[in-house]
């Protein structure tokens, strides 16, 4: 197998020319100041280069050996620090961190392709940065300054690890539940005490201190506070004293991500500090979870990338069979490539994956412009992200599923064996559907909370926007823009159907939701497929645009009518879901 | 967990009622002088308890030990070989084999409701028995008599297992590049020289001889040849002699599966026996392989069903969150079945699992009567065999993969932990899919072999056949009727487009053939849910027909829209797929 490589010149065209980051950025002061295109290369040149050399090698190596847990330690495989260490030195943890306390603010909108290929090279590794990144971010939003200055500088520069401690064995999707319970002190500080499980990184070796974002009751409060409960102490000055009542119970045996420590966290009288009001913990996480959202939907598109750079290798070098029709080489065998239905799977993955970045970035787009931007930009930049999260998290996630196990079948039998790779990627990436919430849970947080919580007013504002830039695009097929804009409004009114039903029919909402956002993925696919094809035509190289057209036209031809399933389950109601009596399953 | 349940009262209804066993078996004298409903459900009750109570049971303990390589041994895991030597004594590997030679002489109709149960209660266990009742079918079938007399007995009797030698590295898919070498001796054997890879149940403890049935190529000959090679060899009495210059390389590694032996097997000088004519051998070997491919199926379905099971008990256990409206108990957290979105994925399983159902028993009572069957009937049962058999093997395969991922998802979190056994129906059934040809060959064999090749003869004979039955029902919705013999007519008419095409455009059928594959199942799958809908009007239980009425109303209303997204794949053509250079890949 070929190591990975970023796929740098579509990264770079995405950036620069559909995404429009230079211009972006010039009306950011706080990115500007920070950033511009040059920079921005550079940066993802150098991320190429150490996801290829420096990530990818232990990615195979960690599977096999996964972490152990010994005594009250947990051990990541061969490498895995000696990797960490460099990846921290070069900055990379506080890539998109505040400037002010050690980040290198630099743009979400970068950061997605950054973490894209890290993604890429490996899964498990990534996911240490990923959540100290994660908690820094909550740390910097809701902190107090005392708190930020303490821990900031430390989490940026990958010195310290961050975790954050949501889940307990009876609750999981439903948080309400948490027993865990934080006790005031008279110094402002909680004990914390308490249980929590599938907590990422929650113990390791890789840095000397863990800072964990735990969520705790309040005595006599149902409401749920956000507490930072460091495994060690640190002290005014910032040294290291003694632990603190922070133990891990035991790691779970798991399908994949065999490298990413999932631990059972016991706290026992640890000492913790309440970040942001009490009770109101939930919020706090949830600033932290949009972005924490979206790297898990890229977890999912880093691994379809890799899996379509994979087969796609892997079909030119496979000889088997001859063409339908002859072998344009006149060989007795052709590589596999020359077969309609290879191709077809990966013109799949390979729409999707390119699309999928599209979502990326633009979702990193409005997150930037949500936090940077200012007026009625900065308002509807954060309703966009509100839009677009919980469907970057699952339709990013699922169709990086589909694209392993789609890779993998290109494969053969050479698929199902470790040796080969690609069996890994169907194993690390299926957990991205779970965790950060189910995909089902992002799907009625989209349908339930973003479209019709507000009677469908940011999506018909969003939906608007892309027809109107559709309507402008003047170098593709005007059949497939009004297939993909007569897409959009047919899923306007199917959300306006559900949103006049969803006080009398309760259960619709739930019923429909994971459809309901299957059907908006495929047609801004559609979207966004034009406005590469579109954009593309200007591009230097004609090869380049040309690639562009034919992606599009099979996207459209042959992905795009799957929106028209998803709608039509939407359409049929929840009725012949609901009827059902319990007995009869 | 719940240990695995066989659904006996579905299984009855379906083989009595349904596909009405009692006269199918009346018409047949080979198989009536053996079985009747009676027999049959003695039969199933047992293969009930001993896949829960013997199989299911070293299904997970399999997984975490898996087989071992040691020296020229491969060992099963713990428990395999005691297991096996019950199940063997049971006569449940020679179920379905010739009376005359120590078999049961059951239809395969009943036989694939028992491989089913096995399927569920353990994927790795069941291939051992499955294969050697392959290999034994395809030496009665083409054997001489000296050689039926001297290995099937001891095949049937469980006591030497069986193993089907086909593939080399550079020979996969296509098996035209073996090099294995078979050289004439004097005494009218062969010496077989190569080496084979993928060999499942190639080398184990089990059983004291294993009787390979391996491709090879005569002297001077493009032709492949069918040689039984056995491990041991066997003198004129049958007793075991000296080894046979058959030894295993190395064992793989693989994604699950894992107390499954899957061997590279060396043959050096090995002696071996011709099956069937020389040059003939991929046709002996075809005469298996619908069973075998149908078996694989099954292995699909079997997973689906104990999916299902595990899925839907922990549904209904799992307390989290609060329907919809409000609890139904007033409790302030229900199991989650109350969520639509639960239900939704719980639904779709279970709605193809039963319908996969009906498919296997279809395609087992077609395999009995193009065997024992006479005169037209035999024809026309050959070709729906024919017809019926890719579709069994991808359709049934691709639908285990879909249950054991939804069915992981119902389990959230918990789903990912290899503790609550989940995972490992996901790796488990992931081969199925690609072994005994990739269901893409499969949909190529279905669309260009048995659809297009008698230029739609038998596809339109049977879709006749199906929208004559619909217009008889006389208890089930007339708009549901009409939506399945329309999308069959439909099917008919894009099939007859791509019929016209396949000279002029030759990648149109390996380009569209998953496509063509996926939408017949879903519309075939739509008539069995009427047909078991409208069957169930007369069951003595209420509750059961009014089961089948509500997931046959799911079914239409929410799954059979996806056989229009397949159909407009198809009728997208290939040239958005073809037109793509290679190096834009």
Chains 1, 2 share one sequence.
């Not at 232990?58 to 061969?78: A, L, M, Y």
């Not at 800072?211 to 290291?240: E, M, Q, R």
């Not at 999707?352 to 979502?359: F, K, M, V």
């Not at 990086?400 to 790779?421: C, K, N, P, S």
Request: aromatic share 8%; with cysteine.
């Amino acid at each position: 197998m070929n190591p990975y490589q970023a796929p740098l010149a579509e990264m770079k065209f995405m950036l620069d020319k559909v995404f429009d980051a230079p211009n972006t950025w010039a009306s950011l002061p706080a990115i500007a100041e920070n950033v511009d295109m040059d920079t921005a290369v550079a940066i993802m040149d150098e991320a190429d280069k150490i996801s290829r050399e420096l990530i990818h090698p232990i990615n195979r190596s960690g599977d096999e050996q996964g972490v152990r847990h010994e005594d009250d330690k947990v051990i990541t495989p061969d490498g895995f620090k000696a990797v960490y260490d460099q990846y921290a030195e070069g900055g990379w943890v506080g890539l998109c961190g505040d400037p002010e306390q050690g980040g290198m603010g630099m743009p979400k909108m970068l950061g997605v392709l950054v973490d894209e290929m890290s993604y890429s090279a490996c899964n498990s590794f990534t996911l240490y940065g990923s959540l100290t990144a994660g908690a820094a971010l909550c740390i910097n939003a809701h902190g107090s300054d005392e708190i930020k200055e303490k821990y900031l500088p430390m989490l940026y520069s990958g010195e310290w690890a961050g975790a954050m401690d949501m889940t307990e064995p009876q609750a999981g999707s439903d948080l309400r539940n948490i027993r865990t319970k934080a006790v005031p002190n008279d110094d402002g500080s909680y004990n914390i005490t308490g249980s929590k499980i599938f907590i990422t990184g929650g113990e390791h070796d890789l840095t000397e201190n863990i800072i964990h974002l735990v969520l705790a009751k309040l005595p006599d409060s149902n409401g749920i506070s956000l507490f930072l409960v460091p495994k060690i102490k640190v002290d005014d000055s910032g040294t290291l004293g003694e632990s603190n009542g922070v133990t891990v119970g035991s790691i779970e045996h798991k399908m994949g991500l065999k490298a990413s420590a999932t631990c059972v966290m016991n706290y026992d009288d640890a000492q913790g500090y309440l970040i942001g009001r009490p009770n109101r913990g939930l919020i706090c996480m949830f600033t932290m979870m949009n972005y924490e959202r979206l790297a898990i939907g890229i977890q999912g598109l880093g691994t379809s990338q890799a899996a379509y750079q994979m087969a796609s290798d892997y079909a030119k070098e496979r000889v088997q069979g001859v063409a339908a029709g002859g072998s344009p080489t006149g060989a007795s065998s052709d590589p596999i490539l020359v077969h309609g239905d290879v191709r077809r799977m990966l013109l799949n993955i390979r729409t999707l994956t390119d699309a999928g970045r599209a979502l990326s970035i633009l979702t990193g787009k409005q997150l930037d412009i949500a936090k940077y931007g200012e007026g009625e930009e900065k308002a509807k930049a954060a309703r966009y992200v509100g839009l677009l999260t919980p469907v970057a998290k699952a339709f990013l996630s699922d169709r990086g599923l589909d694209a392993a196990i789609m890779a993998q079948q290109v494969f053969g039998g050479h698929g199902y064996i470790r040796e080969t790779g690609i069996e890994q990627l169907v194993r690390d990436t299926r957990i991205a559907q779970i965790y950060e919430g189910t995909n089902g849970i992002q799907a009625i947080d989209f349908l339930g909370r973003k479209v019709t919580g507000d009677n469908l007013a940011a999506l018909t504002e969003f939906v608007t926007e892309c027809n109107e830039k559709l309507s402008q695009m003047s170098h593709v097929d005007e059949a497939h823009k009004e297939k993909v804009a007569g897409l959009f409004n047919q899923l306007l009114a199917v959300a306006d159907k559900v949103n006049d039903n969803k006080t009398k029919t309760p259960a619709l909402i739930n019923s429909c939701a994971v459809d309901f956002l299957d059907a908006f993925g495929h047609i801004l696919y559609g979207y966004f497929w034009l406005l590469m094809a579109d954009t593309a035509v200007v591009h230097e190289d004609e090869k380049f645009a040309s690639q562009k057209r034919h992606l599009s036209d099979f996207y459209i031809n042959k992905v795009l009518p799957k929106a028209e399933y998803h709608l039509a389950q939407v359409s049929a109601g929840d009725a012949c879901v609901m009827n059902i009596p319990e007995e009869m399953f």
